[in-house]
């Protein structure tokens, strides 16, 4: 069955800095390849940290300088606040990172799955989850149904930089019913950081992505396998581009949507994408 198009194509070549827009791209086991291929380590937290963590971040963006592969992360550009720019080969990396930060960083590739201690979480771990998920006095917790366990211990599934899973999906449809509740908001994409935007045929239905958990989807000659729905945090709310700071944003995702916009997926079948792709449901 016909769901849509793909509308655009996003990838972060720096975890939680801004990324960028591509027409076309590969997709693999870890989704789009060089997909969050580098994080920032927080030395002082001793940890791989985001935006969640260290909000300054959604003020910078990056941009690789020759394709990415599933097997090789290419040198970026990341453009700081002032607009002057920096190579990841550049010798004064963290420290221009570190001055335009305020704290002690480090820029990292993606780690081998081995190295346990890259990836371990500080001591305290997660820590409070409430404030993290923007709730109010008597909002529960979210359900953490089909979230992988490790992520508990560890700051990302080992190997990568991904909150979850390899791809996040968002459609059309739920962008639009949340800005039925709240027709001030700029419910916009890149808000909600995706890697696939489906234009979708039917607008009527909020948070249809939900619907697909346990389905897959057609792409071209691709086959993405949706696992759960996204749940949304106070990154959400943050200032990013030209989005404002906005904490209703979230207030209208907890109490209209469930905590969710969008889902995370995994590849069943590996190929090539485009903008324009129809997008079809198989089952």
């Not at 808000?191 to 234009?199: L, M, W």
């Amino acid at each position: 069955m016909r769901i849509g198009t793909i509308q655009s194509l996003w990838r972060y070549p720096v975890k939680s800095m801004l990324g960028e827009q591509i027409s076309s791209t590969a997709i693999g086991q870890l989704g789009i390849p060089g997909d969050r291929g580098y994080a920032i380590r927080d030395e002082k937290a001793g940890e791989i940290r985001g935006a969640k963590n260290i909000p300054q971040l959604f003020q910078f963006s990056a941009r690789y300088l020759a394709t990415p592969s599933d097997t090789h992360i290419p040198l970026a550009e990341i453009t700081l606040p002032h607009h002057t720019t920096v190579r990841t080969d550049d010798p004064t990396l963290n420290t221009q990172l570190s001055q335009a930060l305020g704290r002690e960083v480090t820029l990292w590739p993606r780690q081998p799955k081995d190295n346990l201690d890259h990836y371990r979480r500080a001591p305290g771990g997660l820590g409070d989850l409430r404030p993290l998920f923007g709730l109010e006095e008597g909002e529960p917790l979210p359900s953490f149904e089909g979230i992988p366990e490790e992520i508990f211990q560890y700051v990302a599934p080992l190997g990568t930089y991904f909150d979850a899973y390899p791809v996040h999906l968002l459609t059309t449809a739920s962008l639009q019913g949340l800005s039925v509740h709240y027709p001030e908001g700029q419910f916009s994409p890149q808000r909600f950081r995706p890697n696939i935007v489906i234009a979708t045929d039917d607008n009527r239905t909020p948070d249809l992505e939900a619907s697909w958990k346990g389905k897959r989807l057609k792409i071209g000659p691709v086959e993405i396998a949706v696992n759960v729905p996204t749940i949304r945090c106070v990154m959400t709310t943050l200032q990013q581009g030209h989005l404002p700071k906005d904490p209703r944003i979230l207030r209208t995702v907890v109490q209209k949507n469930a905590q969710h916009v969008g889902s995370y997926a995994t590849i069943h079948r590996a190929g090539e994408i485009r903008v324009g792709d129809s997008v079809d449901l198989l089952s």
